[in-house]
């Protein structure tokens, strides 16, 4: 479907005619109609997939038909991260480039003193759209600036992250600022029971839209090393004495694991830098810096990069230990082949989390490939769905605001028409 074919106003398909958007993804054809027909709206999708655009182009084309208030806060999107609130705040400069009564302002910590200022100016004269991580942004409430009773859209990117960073409690407190007839859409990438909680709290009988999960790349090559939990430094250990193993991101589900993964590797001399939330944002920004630039070789990280970062160069991906789901699985192996490349993921295998293994396989409708384990570090456990067994080294082989317009009548002159920056209060 095309974006012509929605009712989404001429100022946006202007900017999308320049951005050479013309087909909607299958995220953005379910939602945009569902957002401009003012319903709550909850999505779940991986990234990649156009969220971003699904949610931004109807509200910022209601917001551009007219019918709200200058001087408020019109919008509120969430964000889980500072990185993905700049990828927001970059599409929004796209969309909007035509909208020149639409302002924004992206909100988010790690920062200086004069960012902050400049984030206060633009909350105190009533920003269309705010682009915010829940903690900034309640910084700047608890200031006493920041009106919140006006808004017509809440907006959640990325829902099961902000639950996963502990968010929940900021969510709800600035939820609960809120009229009571604003919309809200959520987005997630999975849909486990904390999500769907939250999703009873906020939303108001949502329309659901639920886009199937891609299945890893093809060139993706995939195996699994079935061990207990003590052998995996081991295999750490081996992997990296075997080869020159460069652009890795090995994850973990904790941070104090990724911090005893980093120790062993230092002690390696292995060129490596940790990423979790004990990390101060500048912290955070500096490592990623160095690892895309290639000034750090490998990444030891908890969830926090596994999605909406884009490092196309990416050989190798470990997963120090099984994710809970096959959605996590496949945004984790996910970050290598990417732009043509090829790439390697393997996967360490408790005893514990065979379960959880086998239901990852079942997903992928396939067999991982098992490893036999490096030799001189014992056995390990019979891979198996159920308990498992000792076994020698190795594992078994509503809509507001103006009238929107009518299908199929883009402006012919769209081609011709004149730039024009979009202001920014």
Known sequence: MKFEETYLNDNILDALYDMRFDEMTPIQERCIPEILDGRDLIGVAQTGTGKTAAYLLPILSMLDDGGFPRDAVNCIVMSPTRELAQQIDQAMQGFGYYLDEVSSVAVYGGNDGSRFDQEMRSLRMGADVIIATPGRLLSHIKMGYVDLSRVSFFVLDEA?????????????????????????????????????????????????????????????????????EPQKLAIIRHLFQAGELERVIIFSGKKDKVKIITRELQHMHINCAPMHSDLTQAERDDVMYRFKTGQVSVLVATDIVARGIDIDDILCVINYDVPRDAEDYVHRIG???????????????????????????????????????????????????????????????????????????????????????????
């Open 335 to 425: 970050r290598t082949a990417r732009a043509q490349r090829d790439g390697v993921a393997i996967t360490f295998v408790s005893d514990a989390d065979m379960r959880c293994f086998a239901d990852i396989e079942r997903f992928l409708e396939r067999s991982i490939e098992k490893n036999l384990l490096p030799d001189g570090i014992g056995e390990g456990p019979q891979y198996v769905a159920g308990t498992p067994r000792k076994t020698s080294r190795g594992g078994s082989g509503r809509r507001r605001g103006g009238g929107g317009r009518p299908k199929n009548n883009a402006k012919a002159s769209r081609h011709n028409r004149k730039k024009r920056p979009s202001k920014s209060k």
């Open 160 to 228: 099961d992250r902000m639950l996963d960073m502990g968010f929940s409690d900021d969510i709800l407190q600035i939820a609960k600022m809120l009229p009571d007839n604003h919309q809200t859409v959520m987005f997630s990438a999975t849909m486990p029971d904390k999500i769907q909680q939250l999703a009873r709290t906020l939303l108001n009988n949502p329309v659901e839209v639920k886009i199937a999960v891609s299945k890893p790349a093809e060139k993706i090559r995939q195996s699994a090393y079935v061990c207990y």
